[in-house]
């Protein structure tokens, strides 16, 4: 089954974009496939709104394994089926716990196992009159994706008005063909990124 990973920095809306992904599917029992650092698998069911309540939090790290969720995507008179993989996210440097480090690591070796990658990028996070250029670790991940990886950026917060403004300067060094807008909360852009992982099938 084709393997779509969510990438990016710690606390840009990954898992809020993966349940809320779901939803918008018509999705509303989530069944994860846990996959720890260590190599421990488990399964969990969760109602949308226990999900959202349990798994998204303004902290950093929340996530430290691997989350996956079956997914089928209505295609013609039939529907196609991808794994959608919420990760842990990345930091720049070396994390001083080592469970976090751990989950990164198995995070990086996931890009390797994927077929399709869906970056995440916090726009309202971008500082335009700071930054010459995008965070070095982003640039990392589309660096190595672009040429690699069926690969998107999805450019979350866009129903935040600091954000509608820093996509320009997001689609001005890295183009637009790449770049599909979203808001993981309101559920925005999604029609888009549907689109996209049924091209990538």
């Given amino acids: 089954m084709t393997k779509s990973l969510v990438i990016g920095q710690t606390n840009v809306g990954k898992t809020c974009f993966a349940i809320n992904f779901a939803d918008y599917l018509g999705i509303k029992e989530l069944k994860f496939t846990i996959r720890q650092p260590a190599g421990f698998l488990s399964k969990q069911t969760y109602e949308l709104q226990t999900a959202l309540k349990e798994l998204v939090c303004p902290e950093e790290h929340t996530t430290k394994e691997i989350q996956e969720i079956q997914l089928k995507l209505p295609a013609g008179k039939g529907y196609q089926r991808v794994n ?7 930091i720049e440097g070396i994390h001083p716990q080592e469970e976090i480090r751990l989950a990164m690591a198995q995070t990086l070796r996931k890009i390797q196992e994927s077929n399709i990658i869906l970056h995440l990028i916090d726009l309202s996070k971008l500082n335009t009159r700071r930054l010459k250029e995008l965070p070095e670790l982003d640039l990392e991940i589309y660096n190595y994706c672009k040429t690699k990886k069926c690969y998107a950026i999805l450019a979350n917060k866009i129903d ?4 509608r403004n820093n996509l ?8 637009h063909e790449i770049i599909i807008p979203i808001s993981a909360l309101y559920q925005q852009g999604f029609k888009e990124v549907k689109k996209f992982l049924l091209k990538n099938l």
């Fill in 84 to 90: 959608l993989i919420d990760s842990c996210g990345l």
């Fill in 168 to 175: 320009e300067f997001l689609q001005e060094r890295l183009g």
């Fill in 160 to 163: 935040l008005k600091i954000a």
